[in-house]
């Protein structure tokens, strides 16, 4: 049973950075691709960003491309998301997603774990 447990949520003002991590344990942290989903209240859950298990390829939505970056770091078993030049409407829980797979094929497929979120909330 693969467990993932995401950290570093919080409030900040717009314009501001946030350092999202995501601590996985119960497989091969290494074998397989990573990612991020956010769930506004009201909407969708939303692909954010996705590594591959080298972490050489990275995916992004069109809206955070430029301002999130996706790393990992095999050797602790963690994935992170980089914010920065928050906006109010990236305001989400955001989640950690663990693919099936160890490159990223469909970002919006694929993923066989999740985490149970982590709160940002971005004041205007």
């Known amino acids: 049973q693969v467990q993932l447990v995401e950290s570093g949520g919080g409030l900040v003002q717009a314009g501001g950075s946030l350092r999202l991590s995501c601590a996985a344990s119960?497989?091969?942290?290494?074998?397989?691709?990573m990612g991020w989903f956010r769930q506004a209240p009201g909407k969708e859950r939303e692909f954010v960003a996705a590594?591959?298990?080298?972490?050489?390829?990275?995916y992004y939505a069109d809206s955070v491309k430029g301002r999130f970056t996706i790393s990992r770091d095999n050797a602790k078993s963690t994935v992170y998301l980089q914010m920065n030049s928050l906006k109010p409407e990236d305001s989400a829980v955001y989640y950690c997603?663990?693919?099936?797979?160890?490159?990223?094929?469909?970002?919006?497929?694929?993923?066989?774990?999740w985490g149970k979120g982590t709160l940002v909330t971005i004041s205007s």
């Open positions: 590594i591959s298990w080298s972490g050489g390829r990275t």
């Open positions: 997603a663990a693919y099936s797979t160890s490159l990223v094929y469909d970002p919006q497929r694929g993923v066989d774990y």
């Open positions: 119960g497989r091969t942290f290494s074998s397989y691709a």
